[in-house]
C-alpha cells in the first residue's frame, strides 16, 4: 500500500515538472511595438513596472535586466522582442530580449 501510495506521488511530481518544462519550451518569441506606459509606482511615484500598449492590446513588461531599462522610458514608442507568457492575473507578458527606441 505504501509503495503504490510513493509510485504515485512520484508519478504526479514527474508530471508536474515535465508539464512545467513543455510550457517552458513552448513560449512563443515575439517583436512587438507599441508605447511604455508605467502600471506601478513606488511609495515615491518613482515607476516600478511597466507595459507595452499595442493595438493589440498591453504586454507587462516582465522584471528582467532589459525589461528594467524600459523604466525610464515611459510614453516613448518602442520596438521589443523577447518570450511572450502569461503571469498569474492572466495578462500576456513579455520577457525582453532587445529592444529599440523609436521616437528619439
Aim: hydrophobic fraction near 45%; proline fraction near 0%.
Amino acid at each position: 500500500m505504501k509503495k503504490k501510495m510513493l509510485l504515485g506521488i512520484c508519478v504526479l511530481v514527474i508530471t508536474f515538472i515535465v508539464s512545467a518544462v513543455v510550457h517552458q519550451v513552448n513560449a512563443e518569441e515575439a517583436t512587438i511595438t507599441g508605447i511604455v506606459a508605467a502600471t506601478a509606482w513606488d511609495d515615491n511615484q518613482k515607476v516600478i513596472a511597466v507595459c507595452i500598449d499595442t493595438d493589440d492590446g498591453s504586454y507587462y513588461v516582465s522584471d528582467n535586466a532589459m525589461g528594467k531599462e524600459l523604466l525610464a522610458l515611459v510614453d516613448s514608442e518602442v520596438k521589443v522582442t523577447g518570450t511572450l507568457g502569461e503571469d498569474t492575473e492572466s495578462n500576456i507578458t513579455i520577457t525582453v530580449k532587445s529592444y529599440e527606441e523609436l521616437n528619439n
